[in-house]
């Protein structure tokens, strides 16, 4: 994995979008030494939807569109 630093990225930052679309390979980008951000490719999902990539994941337990607190606890009612 290569690595740059934050002002090389700078300068250079469409040809080096350019070059991780085109080979896959990841960047490590370097702040005084220290990495701070990874810059790599999109994940390919056969899904249009990124939020289809969570089915599966959710459990519902119980009513989920009714009230937390039961009605005889609501204290609006009792007045």
Not at 6 to 34: Q, W, Y
Not at 49 to 76: A, R, S
């Amino acid at each position: 994995m290569e690595t740059i630093n934050a002002s090389d990225f700078k300068a250079r930052c469409l040809a080096i979008l350019d070059r991780v679309r085109d080979t896959g390979e990841r960047i490590v980008i370097l702040k005084r030494g220290r990495p701070v951000a990874e810059l790599g490719p999109p994940s390919h999902s056969s899904s249009e939807y990124p939020q289809d990539e969570l089915k599966g994941t959710v459990t519902v337990c119980g009513d989920i569109v009714g009230p937390v607190i039961p009605k005889q606890d609501w204290e609006m009612l009792r007045r």
